[in-house]
């Protein structure tokens, strides 16, 4: 299984349609830093991650969606915002991580 | 740091590698042996010129095992081994023979 | 003790970072210890294959220079992403290694089957 990040906002970078692009079924999403812009609902992913988020986890870290003053009413709610300890677990979760950086 | 050879000074890094390829030339090459306490021989420059020829055809310095490959495809499969390499340059071929052939230490060769 | 899966993961082009470069040099070390190994390109890493990088003008080693090393280390399993090559508007021809040229399906599946991910 394997645990993809994106730390890159979708709005300049092209990093979240690549991952989207090569992400599995079975495959679990977190985006941090500026990849947490990917989870607003104007984002030019956000069809694609609405879709991809019907199949299984989005995750987005808490922190970095608070410090950019992005509130739940403006996400999609496929995303599930996790805290450290949620980043911690889903790493050890799985037993690879591909970032897109 | 540097090296004085021919009343050349010749800058090298903490561990004896030519800074510049450029600087290199056979009493350079005798001067960084007998560092190694090697006297080089016919078998020895060929090594050497197949390790700069290596390197300005990949700018790399081959770690062991390409050097082996490489000496195996160019001089055939006889001197092709480690064994024969570990004999000429002792005790680690890929680093003595790159230096003493003045290219930069093998970055890959752990 | 098994040889581990180990893929290489490049997504980035050759010179804007230093990525790609420490990427080679991570695989070159890698390829000492006998591990099953292979080299991915992703995206803009397509970058990284072109033929005849000349970069003598920024003091940087040329990829397209070094990358054909890669099968005196006995690293030969070496995959490109087909979408972006055709989004670049490259072929196999343009590339300085033989590559072979994988569908996105077919990259998932290949990640899925390693033991270790490398990103660069």
Same mark, same amino acid.
């Not at chain 1, 993809?4 to 990093?15: A, D, G, I, R």
């Not at chain 2, 306490?37 to 700069?52: F, K, P, Q, V």
């Not at chain 3, 280390?73 to 490259?90: E, F, N």
């Not at chain 3, 290694?97 to 990640?111: G, Y």
């Given at each position: 299984?394997?645990?993809?990040?994106?730390?890159?906002?979708?709005?300049?970078?092209?990093?979240?349609? /690549?991952?989207?692009?090569?992400?599995? /079924?079975?495959?679990?999403?977190?985006?941090?830093?500026?990849?947490?812009?990917?989870?607003?609902?104007?984002?030019?992913? /956000?069809?694609?991650?609405?879709?991809?988020?019907?199949?299984?986890?989005?995750?987005?870290?808490?922190?970095?969606?608070?410090?950019?003053?992005?509130?739940?009413?403006?996400?999609?709610?496929?995303?599930?915002?996790?805290?450290?300890?949620?980043?911690?677990?889903?790493?050890?979760?799985?037993?690879?991580?591909?970032?897109?950086? | 740091?540097?090296?004085?050879?021919?009343?050349?000074?010749?800058?090298?890094?903490?561990?004896?590698?030519?800074?510049?390829?450029?600087?290199?030339?056979?009493?350079?090459?005798?001067?960084?042996?007998?560092?190694?306490?090697?006297?080089?021989?016919?078998?020895?420059?060929?090594?050497?010129?197949?390790?700069?020829?290596?390197?300005?055809?990949?700018?790399?310095?081959?770690?062991?095992?390409?050097?082996?490959?490489?000496?195996?495809?160019?001089?055939?499969?006889?001197?092709?081994?480690?064994?024969?390499?570990?004999?000429?340059?002792?005790?680690?071929?890929?680093?003595?023979?790159?230096?003493?052939?003045?290219?930069?230490?093998?970055?890959?060769?752990? | 003790?098994?040889?581990?899966?180990?893929?290489?993961?490049?997504?980035?082009?050759?010179?804007?970072?230093?990525?790609?470069?420490?990427?080679?040099?991570?695989?070159?070390?890698?390829?000492?210890?006998?591990?099953?190994?292979?080299?991915?390109?992703?995206?803009?890493?397509?970058?990284?294959?072109?033929?005849?990088?000349?970069?003598?003008?920024?003091?940087?080693?040329? *990829?397209?220079?070094?990358?054909?090393?890669?099968?005196?280390?006995?690293?030969?399993?070496?995959?490109?992403?087909?979408?972006? *090559?055709?989004?670049?508007?490259?072929?196999?021809?343009? *590339?300085?290694?033989?590559?072979?040229?994988?569908?996105?399906?077919?990259?998932?599946?290949?990640?899925?089957?390693?033991?270790?991910?490398?990103?660069?």
């Amino acid at each position: 299984m394997i645990l993809h990040t994106v730390n890159k906002s979708p709005f300049s970078h092209s990093l979240l349609e /690549a991952c989207l692009a090569i992400m599995g /079924a079975k495959h679990s999403l977190l985006l941090l830093e500026d990849g947490v812009y990917g989870t607003l609902k104007t984002s030019p992913m /956000a069809a694609a991650l609405a879709e991809r988020g019907r199949a299984g986890a989005i995750y987005a870290l808490e922190a970095d969606l608070r410090a950019r003053g992005l509130t739940d009413t403006a996400l999609l709610s496929c995303v599930k915002p996790i805290d450290y300890a949620g980043f911690v677990r889903l790493a050890t979760e799985h037993s690879k991580v591909q970032s897109w950086f | 740091m540097h090296l004085c050879v021919n009343q050349r000074r010749i800058p090298v890094d903490k561990d004896g590698y030519l800074k510049q390829l450029d600087d290199w030339d056979p009493d350079v090459a005798r001067y960084l042996a007998a560092r190694e306490n090697l006297s080089l021989s016919a078998a020895h420059w060929e090594i050497i010129e197949l390790l700069r020829e290596f390197y300005r055809e990949f700018e790399v310095s081959p770690a062991m095992r390409a050097l082996v490959k490489q000496t195996g495809k160019k001089l055939g499969a006889e001197k092709g081994r480690s064994i024969y390499l570990m004999q000429l340059f002792p005790p680690s071929p890929a680093r003595v023979a790159s230096k003493i052939a003045g290219l930069p230490r093998p970055t890959n060769c752990l | 003790m098994n040889p581990k899966k180990i893929m290489v993961i490049n997504t980035h082009a050759p010179y804007g970072k230093a990525t790609a470069r420490e990427s080679l040099d991570a695989v070159l070390a890698a390829s000492a210890y006998d591990q099953d190994l292979s080299l991915l390109f992703l995206g803009d890493a397509v970058f990284q294959l072109l033929q005849q990088q000349d970069t003598a003008a920024l003091e940087a080693k040329s *990829l397209s220079t070094a990358l054909p090393v890669l099968p005196l280390y006995d690293v030969t399993a070496i995959y490109a992403q087909q979408s972006a *090559l055709d989004a670049r508007g490259l072929t196999r021809a343009d *590339l300085v290694l033989d590559v072979e040229c994988l569908e996105n399906h077919q990259i998932t599946a290949l990640m899925d089957s390693q033991d270790i991910l490398l990103s660069f």
